[in-house]
């Protein structure tokens, strides 16, 4: 019975390792083939094994084998890896190591028309290895990006100093987990019968889309092109949006915010945080995310309208004075803002369920 068991252990053990292997591609720095990196990878999901910029190849530093790329002022970009016709929904885990403490030192992902995917970290995941630390993210292909190729690829903003980077990996998973551990329904607002995917995060239910009730003009269609609003809902000023929400539903406040948060996983020494909190919990919050809060980057308006595709800001009941509340930001970098603006701006509005 001993030696079946430890059988029937080894051939998982070996499949897991197979699934592993024959999911990603890995790239060290090591090989050059006609001016490119030669990875490793037995995928189909990658139909090249080739990077580019082998020319960036530095002995000077090195996680593993004898060279990293270095990435100067004159040559700011490396490692970068075209990953061909992503389908909506793909789930992939990207990483690579950074030598010493830089946060001039990013990894990105974009497709080719960046407003339909780009997501970038400069935050390490915590992991070290001496003086390497390692950038990861995961990320979901929106359906904007649907049948377009992806570059994965390594970026120096800093225009002084030189930074090295080690060992590229890029992981295919599954096709869209999300929202795998989230329950997910719906609700009808009775007030305009507009129906809306609610979802249930933590202890709590959100609205996953947000809310498109016209109240009056504090109230707007991002351009004022009224298919804004039936795909990203509206813009509120916060007077409008503590009024917004159907009966039985209410303004998160800055706590419910902080709840959510801890939900998908920030750290609680960030979460009091002013500013930009966190590390990769904002991915969880986009379109396909983990979460399945299911968020757009639908922009804001102030006197203007601008940053749509860039950034996402919410309104949270919680006021600060007279002029003032609380609001959260999410962006394109992986970090979830918490900030302080002036109620007259307009931001998307997401209505949390009354469970009291």
């Known amino acids: 019975m ?14 897991y390792s197979s699934i592993e292997k024959s999911s990603r591609i890995t790239c060290d720095a090591e090989q050059v083939i006609n001016s ?32 990293s790329v270095k990435l100067t002022k004159q040559n700011p970009y490396g490692f970068t890896y075209q990953i061909k016709k992503v389908k909506a929904g793909e789930h992939f885990r990207v990483s690579t190591w950074r030598y010493s403490s830089n946060t001039s030192g990013i990894l990105v992902v974009s497709a080719l028309n960046s407003n339909d995917l780009f997501v970038s970290q400069n935050n390490s995941n915590g992991n070290t290895v001496g003086q390497w630390e390692e950038l990861s993210f ?27 980077f080690d060992d590229l990996c890029i992981e295919y998973r599954v096709v869209n987990p999300s929202p795998s551990n989230a329950a997910v329904t719906e609700f009808i607002d009775k007030r305009d019968n507009k129906k809306y995917k609610i979802v249930k995060i933590g202890k709590d239910w959100w609205m996953a889309e947000n809310l498109n009730y016209h109240l009056d003009d504090s109230c707007r269609c991002y ?15 916060y007077n409008a949006a503590i009024n917004a929400c159907p009966d039985g539903w209410r303004l998160p406040s800055d706590a419910d915010w902080k709840n959510l948060e801890r939900s998908i996983g920030m750290d609680e020494n960030e979460i009091e945080k002013y500013g930009w909190r966190g590390k990769s919990e904002a991915q969880k919050l986009l379109e396909f995310g983990s979460s399945g809060f299911n968020g757009y980057l639908t922009g804001t308006y102030d006197r203007k309208f601008y940053y749509q595709f860039v950034s996402s800001y919410y309104w949270t009941s919680t006021q ?26 307009l931001f998307s509005v997401r209505c949390i369920l009354n469970q009291e």
């Open 138 to 164: 995961e990320f979901n292909v929106p359906s904007t990006a649907d049948n377009q190729d992806i570059k994965v690829f390594v970026y120096n903003v800093d225009t002084v100093n030189p930074i090295y």
């Open 36 to 67: 490119k990196f030669k990875g490793v990878s037995s995928s189909n999901r990658f139909t090249s094994v080739l990077f580019d910029a082998a020319y960036l190849k530095s002995s000077e530093h090195s996680k593993s084998g004898k060279y």
């Open 320 to 345: 600060i004075d007279d002029s003032s509340a609380w609001c959260r930001e999410i962006s394109k970098p992986l970090s979830i803002g918490r900030f302080k603006d002036n109620k007259r701006m």
């Open 2 to 15: 001993r030696n079946i068991l430890l059988l029937l252990i080894l051939i998982v053990i070996s499949s």
């Open 223 to 237: 351009n004022d092109i009224h298919e804004n609003c039936s795909k990203y809902g509206r813009l509120y000023s």
